[in-house]
């Protein structure tokens, strides 16, 4: 070996290096919570998100997987597979994907916190949030009150096309206090499903009992589609 | 992208440290001497980077003042950043094209011009093009909520992750690190066992098999 072949670049503070060789926990993370989703039937109860005395029913957030998903292998090649549109929720691609040794880096969610209706696309490589519209909070109370007949609506089902109300009009502080909020409510449902992915994750149960739920879910579904009728 | 209106798309930060006990004076003097100034097409800079407030970002002669990005437990402040994007090559055809024309109604010899004369009338021809252009401005919006120790940065990639980072860290002598997922796994309230258990964790493959080719051979043993 010569000389100059010794690596004498200043080595990365440990901090930095601690977080950096941990960067598998995002797109873990994602994939459990996908695989999780559907399991569950996509209700969770989530009482660490809430406010201790909330009561359980209104602890229980509803979810649906939006339209967009990417994967990427965790091997050398760090193939790609980016998927939209509607039906993620049974998508043989992606299954495919996983299969293939592929975690999601991105994936789309639809989450109902007590009735109000978020959109969201967490990002597993910075933990960021993307593409985040809020439940419609400027507009004018609705005054129609439904008729016992009427089945209310399902708050993450297709818009029906409702004429817009008009927008009340906010002083700046009241608009970026809403918004905030939200995004704090937001925040503290994907933060409980995190802790609580982690907690697994540490867990002696996760190759006794997570990893092998993910494997029989996708051995399943492949197989569904593999073999006519 | 912005924080008030439309949909949301941003980065959350981890802060250490308080926020000042004096947080609209001492903040506001701290923000005011890196409010963004503008860009001229008489001066020398080619970008230029700093706070606005939040609710009128192109108002540049209006100060940054405590009433504009102080709400209670949050701060609200939105970083600008303008630049010139000038090709090189344009600017060197427009000097070229000055040159000509002092030789053509001048009669000067072009081996007469020195370095400093190229220099100054390339720096004309940069000053004409920037008056004929308007500056790329990105903006980025930066909410800190100083009781949950939280920023949210409204932008992605290095502008979020190192400019606006690091005119955070300057203007307001706190540490901030971006809350990736690692990052937020280290802050969890895990126990010993548990924090030792994640010191030394490694990624795992949920199909071993699929990194030696054998694609087919859990799917049999499930079904």
């Not at chain 1, 996760?206 to 197989?223: I, P």
Request: some cysteine.
């Amino acid at each position: 070996m010569r000389a100059d072949d010794k690596d004498q670049s200043a080595a990365a503070p440990a901090a930095v290096r601690r977080i950096a060789e941990k960067a598998f926990l995002g797109p873990e993370f994602l994939t459990w919570l996908y695989f999780t989703l559907l399991e569950e039937g996509m209700e969770l109860s989530l009482p660490g998100a809430f406010a201790k005395d909330t009561p359980a029913d209104e602890a229980l957030v509803q979810f649906a997987i939006g339209k967009r998903a990417a994967l990427r292998a965790l091997d050398a090649s760090g193939a790609r597979v980016a998927l939209s549109g509607g039906g993620l929720d049974d998508n043989g691609e992606l299954l495919v994907a996983v299969r293939r040794g592929a975690l999601l880096e991105v994936l789309a969610l639809e989450v109902s916190i007590q009735s109000r209706v978020y959109s969201v696309t967490l990002r597993a490589d910075d933990g960021g949030l993307v593409g985040v519209k809020l439940p419609d909070l400027f507009s004018e109370p609705d005054e129609a009150v439904p008729g016992p007949t009427v089945a209310p609506p399902d708050p993450l089902g297709a818009s029906r096309g409702k004429p817009r109300r008009p927008k009340l009009k906010l002083p700046l502080e009241d608009v970026l206090a809403l918004r905030m909020q939200c995004l704090t409510e937001l925040e503290a449902v994907l933060d409980a499903l995190f802790a609580r992915f982690v907690t697994r994750r540490l867990a002696r149960a996760w190759h006794t009992e997570d990893l092998g739920r993910m494997r029989s879910h996708v051995a399943q579904g492949l197989k569904q589609r593999l073999v006519p009728g | 992208m912005g924080a008030l209106q439309g949909s949301l798309g941003y980065l959350r930060f981890l802060v250490t440290g308080e926020p000042a006990s004096n947080a609209g004076a001492s903040y506001e003097r701290s923000i005011s001497s890196r409010r963004f100034l503008p860009l001229t097409p008489a001066g020398e800079p080619l970008e230029s980077a700093g706070w606005v407030p939040l609710e009128a970002p192109f108002d540049d002669e209006r100060p940054v003042t405590r009433d504009l990005f102080l709400f209670g437990e949050l701060i609200a402040v939105c970083y600008r950043e303008d630049r010139y994007a000038i090709p090189r090559a344009l600017i060197k055809r427009e000097a070229r094209k000055r040159l000509d024309k002092i030789v053509r109604e001048e009669g000067k010899d072009p081996k007469s011009f020195g370095r400093a004369f190229l220099k100054a009338v390339e720096a004309a021809a940069l000053a004409e093009l920037k008056a004929k252009t308007i500056p790329r401005t990105r903006l980025c919006d930066v909410i800190w909520h100083t009781t949950r120790g939280e920023l949210r940065v409204f932008g992605r990639g290095t502008l979020a992750t190192e400019r606006v980072a690091s005119l955070v860290e300057r203007t307001f002598q706190v540490r901030v690190e971006l809350a990736s997922y690692p990052a937020r796994a280290f802050g969890l309230d895990l126990g010993s066992r548990a924090g030792g258990v994640l010191d030394r964790l490694a990624p795992g493959w949920l199909f071993p098999d699929a990194a030696r080719g054998q694609d087919n051979a859990a799917d049999e043993e499930a079904a």
